[in-house]
């Protein structure tokens, strides 16, 4: 997820230049600048939530450390060999990119679902702040289960963190851009104290103990689904999927001297999509093994995934501090770009104000836990609906001379709106959206299949419109 999202770092690199121009390669960057951005990145507050959701869905000691240890894997392997790949070879961001092949129209359309999608995270990130400003105060946690705000301590707690991270994110992106990165070793820190803590905290003493937290796994909570080995593979490789086979990062990785940069992700992924998952994960067996957890469980309820208490009862103030930056620094430039990707929408309005709505939205989102409750299935439906736009510009990039079309055809024939990739991604987000609700499967099992369709699709009625044009 996510957040964890890295683009807006581009500021610090680029200074805003080379929107609609090839990078040159005085302002090329080397490996290091991509490793602790990365690594950075991807330790935020969404970690805080999907770990402990893992173990809410069941899984057993094999499938969560070994299908994480592959999936993120894959994923590294997608940075690397596709958007990595194509980045260096025409230096463009994502957008430019592909203004060139579908049109600015399109774009636009692709701008409001990034904008939509991204304030909604953003809102869960709210919300995972907001479990952290609320334990002085003594409000009641949202359960696992909720969507509904549940009490009006929570609605102001929430409303206020809203408008601050709104106004900075409006006002003070670059300073506070920057103070992310000095926040960000200080949140990878709680995280491994969490996690040590909570292995004292559970009697661990050798590997076959901690094995043991997870062991063959379990009866998910009540209103989660059983996850397997093939559900982490899958759903960790496919987190990102916006942003590598998604093509998101082209924007950073255009910057990169060699493609080889793209092997700097590992260092996310493994920080923050490992370590951190798994330490917030050992942060909630914790928190299920007290009287409170197990009443609710008694009951048939679902005990409260609320970071804030839980890095609390681990590291005490500390965590609270923690969990407060971890989703500060995520919502923040999650508002900014959100902000952006509406700006391309109403270009007349200041950037100011778009992100002002922007942030409005995301704190609309933040009021209902079920944003942060359900993340595994929300980053899951974020992924499957934007990965298929990045396989228009792999398919193209990879194909087009052996399917005997012109790469950007948008920009050579002077149009606006190219109806070969919205036929394609409409015709297989349908169908692959409709298999998977009619026959109850995983939606990260479909977006492979999907990004695959909406890229062949993308050839044949590319090819076919060519033709008449000709």
């Given amino acids: 997820m996510s957040q964890y999202d890295i683009e807006q770092n581009i500021e610090d690199i680029a200074g805003g230049e080379f929107e609609r121009t090839p990078v040159p390669q005085s302002n090329l960057k080397s490996w290091k600048s991509f490793l602790g951005m990365y690594a950075g990145e991807h330790a935020a507050g969404t970690e805080f939530v999907i770990g402990p959701l893992f173990l809410t869905a069941g899984v057993s000691a094999f499938d969560l450390i070994i299908g994480l240890l592959l999936g993120n894997l894959l994923a590294v392997l997608s940075w690397r060999f596709l958007t990595a790949e194509i980045a260096v070879k025409y230096r463009l961001t994502l957008y430019y990119h592909l203004e060139k092949i579908v049109g600015k129209k399109l774009v636009v359309g692709y701008?409001?679902?990034?904008?939509?999608?991204?304030?909604?995270?953003?809102?869960?990130?709210?919300?995972?702040?907001?479990?952290?400003?609320?334990?002085?105060?003594?409000?009641?946690?949202?359960?696992?289960?909720?969507?509904?705000?549940?009490?009006?301590?929570w609605i102001i707690i929430v409303l206020v963190l809203g408008a601050l991270i709104s106004l900075i994110a409006a006002k003070g992106f670059n300073t506070v851009s920057k103070a992310?990165?000095?926040?960000?070793?200080?949140?990878?820190?709680?995280?491994?104290?969490?996690?040590?803590?909570?292995?004292?905290?559970?009697?661990?003493?050798?590997?076959?103990?901690?094995?043991?937290?997870?062991?063959?796994?379990?009866?998910?909570?009540?209103?989660?689904?059983?996850?397997?080995?093939?559900?982490?593979?899958?759903?960790?490789?496919?987190?990102?999927?916006?942003?590598?086979?998604?093509?998101?990062?082209?924007?950073?990785?255009?910057?990169?001297?060699?493609?080889?940069?793209?092997?700097?992700?590992?260092?996310?992924?493994?920080?923050?999509?490992?370590?951190?998952?798994?330490?917030?994960?050992?942060?909630?067996?914790?928190?299920?093994?007290?009287?409170?957890?197990?009443?609710?469980?008694?009951?048939?309820?679902?005990?409260?995934?609320?970071?804030?208490?839980?890095?609390?009862?681990?590291?005490?103030?500390?965590?609270?501090?923690?969990?407060?930056?971890?989703?500060?620094?995520?919502?923040?430039?999650?508002?900014?770009?959100?902000?952006?990707?509406?700006?391309?929408?109403?270009?007349?309005?200041?950037?100011?104000?778009?992100?002002?709505?922007?942030?409005?939205?995301?704190?609309?989102?933040?009021?209902?836990?079920?944003?942060?409750?359900?993340?595994?299935?929300f980053v899951a439906f974020y992924g499957f609906v934007l990965a298929p736009v990045g396989a228009v510009i792999v398919f193209e990039h990879f194909f087009a001379e052996k399917a005997g079309i012109s790469r950007f055809y948008a920009e050579k024939s002077g149009i606006s709106f190219n109806a070969a990739m919205l036929f394609a991604w409409g015709i297989s987000f349908a169908l692959f959206y409709f298999i998977s609700v009619q026959f109850d499967i995983f939606l990260s099992y479909v977006t492979l299949p999907a990004w695959i369709t909406c890229g062949a699709l993308f050839l044949i009625f590319s090819k076919m419109r060519q033709k008449k044009s000709v």
Avoid at 119 to 144: D, H, N, R
């Fill in 111 to 153: 701008n409001l679902a990034n904008g939509i999608l991204f304030c909604f995270l953003a809102g869960a990130m709210i919300t995972v702040s907001a479990t952290a400003v609320g334990i002085p105060f003594g409000m009641e946690m949202p359960k696992l289960t909720d969507t509904l705000p549940n009490g009006p301590t």
């Fill in 180 to 377: 992310a990165n000095y926040m960000s070793p200080i949140i990878i820190i709680a995280f491994l104290a969490c996690g040590f803590v909570s292995l004292k905290q559970l009697g661990v003493g050798s590997f076959s103990e901690f094995w043991n937290i997870w062991g063959e796994g379990s009866e998910p909570f009540p209103g989660q689904i059983k996850y397997t080995f093939w559900h982490v593979l899958f759903w960790s490789w496919f987190a990102n999927a916006a942003m590598h086979i998604g093509m998101s990062d082209l924007t950073v990785f255009r910057f990169a001297k060699k493609p080889s940069s793209g092997w700097t992700t590992a260092a996310g992924m493994y920080v923050g999509h490992y370590i951190a998952w798994i330490a917030a994960a050992l942060l909630y067996a914790v928190y299920v093994r007290t009287p409170e957890a197990q009443a609710l469980l008694t009951s048939g309820q679902a005990p409260t995934v609320a970071p804030g208490p839980m890095a609390y009862s681990a590291i005490g103030v500390f965590g609270i501090i923690a969990v407060i930056l971890a989703g500060w620094t995520t919502a923040n430039p999650t508002i900014y770009r959100a902000g952006l990707a509406f700006q391309a929408i109403m270009p007349k309005v200041s950037t100011f104000w778009v992100t002002i709505i922007a942030g409005t939205v995301a704190t609309i989102a933040g009021l209902f836990p079920a944003f942060a409750m359900k993340l595994l299935d």
